[in-house]
């Protein structure tokens, strides 16, 4: 089985304005630093994305790929690779857990695979960036107010 990277943040929000925030992909090129465009192939019965295209552009890595998302209730969403120029495998997600009135903890989990030969550890340090660069980010937004 694959090693993960995971860590967490607590965001002053409710558990639905964060997923708000998660489920706006078109804002993704906002407040994301390595994306730079989205677009939603695919929607499911509620509206929510079961497909996405992502332009991603993190310096000495650029891809464009398209992951699909499950959604599990409110305060879940997972996805896993469907296809990329860089990437074998990428399977990640987003739990939220309510911690208190109008705070929410935000746990980001990710595993990818490269198509290159790249030594374990240096995978998963680019794997806990991406994964802080991504939680502050969405702790910004979140707070900032500009869903």
């Given amino acids: ?79 896993t690779l469907v296809k990329s120029q860089m990437l074998r495998s990428l399977d990640g997600s987003y739990v939220l857990k309510p911690t208190g009135p109008g705070a929410t903890e935000v746990t980001y989990l990710l595993t990818v695979d490269v198509k290159i030969p790249m030594l374990g550890m240096i995978k998963r340090k680019a794997e806990k960036v991406i994964i802080d660069r991504a939680l502050a980010g969405l702790k910004k937004r979140v707070e900032s107010g500009e869903n």
């Fill in 1 to 79: 089985m694959a090693e993960h990277t995971s860590s967490s943040i607590t965001i002053e929000a409710a558990p639905a304005d964060v997923m708000g925030v998660i489920a706006d992909f078109a804002r993704y090129p906002d407040w994301t630093g390595e994306v730079k465009e989205a677009e939603v192939l695919k929607t499911d019965d509620h509206g929510r994305a079961e497909q996405v295209r992502l332009v991603m552009d993190a310096g000495a890595i650029k891809d464009d790929q398209t992951l699909a998302y499950t959604w599990t209730g409110d305060n879940e969403v997972s996805w």
